[in-house]
């Protein structure tokens, strides 16, 4: 992407919608940890979740499978149970777009 796409998430946002617009059912969320870009919320008309806080993100992941977007460079920070893992499917810009899904627990 041009550099002046690195900041934004539009191209993120894009490839989510083409993740789940062949579905016939309303597929998983997106969800922006631990900010929501202005970006993300514009290209995604809202839709674009954002949670803040890691106890909410690991009990919103152990539930059903999401799209989780965030910082490249946070990834080695983030702390999930064994029991999510995360699939990377893009980086697009200083964002990754992941696959989040609960495995079963030992």
Not at 10 to 24: E, M, P, W
Not at 28 to 54: D, K, N, V, W
């Amino acid at each position: 992407p041009a550099a002046r796409d690195w900041h934004s998430t539009r191209h993120l946002v894009a490839h989510y919608q083409a993740l789940t617009t062949s579905a016939a059912t309303a597929g998983p969320a997106l969800i922006f940890y631990p900010e929501r870009p202005y970006s993300a919320a514009f290209y995604s008309q809202g839709q674009a979740r954002r949670i803040g806080q890691p106890e909410a993100l690991t009990t919103q992941l152990a539930q059903a499978p999401a799209y989780l977007a965030l910082k490249t460079s946070a990834r080695e920070r983030l702390a999930l149970p064994a029991h999510i893992s995360l699939s990377l499917l893009a980086e697009h810009g200083e964002y990754s777009l992941y696959l989040a899904q609960p495995t079963s627990r030992p």
